[in-house]
């Protein structure tokens, strides 16, 4: 019996040719790579384990660079081993001021190269043979051919240069970057959190071999925000390795002072191997030789956890201070997250439960969990969406609303990553009004006309108010595949209203890169029609408001005062009809003196009034 091959539309003809697209955590002590294979996120293990050590070697005793373990058997040889090429990602000589062991080439404002026995190696080159060792492990275990690209993650605190050395890696590699994602937010992926829930907010709590990340992330609908970012880029496992080596000379009656650094460094490999060893068992023997001096002696996490009170202390105190920029109570937090191969001490994880009186989520392995994420995150954008919208992971075109007079507020500026959410406050202009038409562009002009229209909606249920009370909260947010939801929410009654949007969807790149051009083009010609449009909108609203406080309180004015006022208020409405900006400030400027007499006439009636009825004795 033969199956029938069915294909559904807008799917590959060839449904047995899966795609299959990569998760990789490019991370300064170990890299991953991870993949959905049969609908299940996995990382692919090399032959002793998952983590590839982030290590490249070009020394002389190779002809070619040797990547991961190999590489660290030449550690000792320091000027040719590049053991942290993430730390000089997209950073100038002159930005680099920790410790290294490396010669630099290059200007103080460039990216240096490392200066090794194969010649200088940029930190790009260097990412690019650890990706393309990750790239060519992936492929060996998947079937020909199949590989459409990775979603690679990049620390949340990242900047322009840096994420932009990380694609040129990638390109380097013959990788196509489908995304770059943030590594706490790969993390939350891995945990399904933005499948589980709308809204909510996180604390990333990552402690690696040499820094420490803590990052708070906000979901809301479906699109993860980075709100805080913080921690220390030089504080981490290796960290309290030395604090352990340190223990075992002085428990061996040394004096820490007295031993070389050959020694110290092969103590801290010791105390690494004994602090793994805690993960699993609550006590450890230990059985060494020091300098002649024998150490026997046992170690459980209790004494442990007191020898690296250090480390732990300040990892909590940079949390309380993301949480005190971010301004949000630790209390209110939905969930603390994992990550980093540090945390699987148990010692850590009950010191970050007691400190968040929560348990932690770590259900995945923490060195594991940001590749599972991208690796997530990457069999979405090819396998279950419009492939469109794929390769957009920054926002092409600035994204913005119409406010007064035809002008647009950017709300997502272009080459915004992401995806993203921002938020903006917007208020009515007339008293009473109870609706309000929010029109959705996308271009970089200043005015709605040059721009392209991208949808409108409308908010109804506005509670009427006097203008300029009503607060109204305008909510862009993209998600991962380009797909953009607008709402806005009256913030005092909660009256919500939105819609959705593809941006990119139908615009080619010609059309894209003929948006941009015409924004630098018009630039100084929008300035002037901005300054106009913003004059115009002033007027017209100084206009409403001598209007009306004139229907409350004409009687205060006498009819000479009357008439040259209402003089002037025709002369600006004239004006703006005209589209002159020399002609409406004159007209303004002649209306302001009666104007400022009006305000003061009936500011001295709201004293009078409110004096009134009062007696001096009730002072
Ligand atoms: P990075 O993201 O900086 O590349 P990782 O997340 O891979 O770093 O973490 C590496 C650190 O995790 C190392 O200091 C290593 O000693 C530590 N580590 C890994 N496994 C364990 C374990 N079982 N117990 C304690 N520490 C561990
Ligand atoms: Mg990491």
Redesign the pocket.
Known sequence: MSLLQISEPNQSKNPHQHRYALGI?L?????LVSVVRSGKAGVLPFEHSP?LP?VVYYGNQSTTPLVGEQALAYADDLTNTIISA?RFMGRAKSDIKFSHPYQLAGSDKTMPAFITAQGEKSPVETSAHILKHLKNHAAAALPPDSIQGAVITVPAYFDDAQRTATKDAATVAGLTVLRLLN?PTAAAIAYGLDKNTTHGVYLVY??????FDVSLLRLSDGVFEVLATGGNSAL???D??RLLANWLIKTANLNPADIDNAEKSRLAKLA?QY??A???SDTVAIDINIQGQTLQTTLDNQTLSQIIEPVIRRTILACGQVLADAKIDKNTLNDVIL????T??PV?RQAVQTHFGRTPLCSIN??EV?AIGASIAADQLVNQSNNALLLLDVTPLSLGVETMGGLVEVIIPRNTPIPVTRRQVFTTHQDGQTGMVVHVVQGERDTVADCRSLARFELHGIPPMKAGLARIEITYAIDANGQLTVSARETTTDVVSQIQVSPSYGLSEEQQEQLLKAGFEYAQADKAARMLIELKVDAERELIALNSALQEFAELLSDEQKQALADKMQAVQAAIAQDDKAVLDDALGKLKPHSDHFASVIMNKNVKDALAGTHTSDW
């Open positions: 955590d991370g300064t002590t170990h890299s983590l982030s993430k590594e990552d402690l690696g071999g040499g820094t981490g496992g290796d309290i390795d690494k602090k793994q805690l993960t699993d990550v980093g191969g540090s699987r001490m850590i923490p060195d940001v």
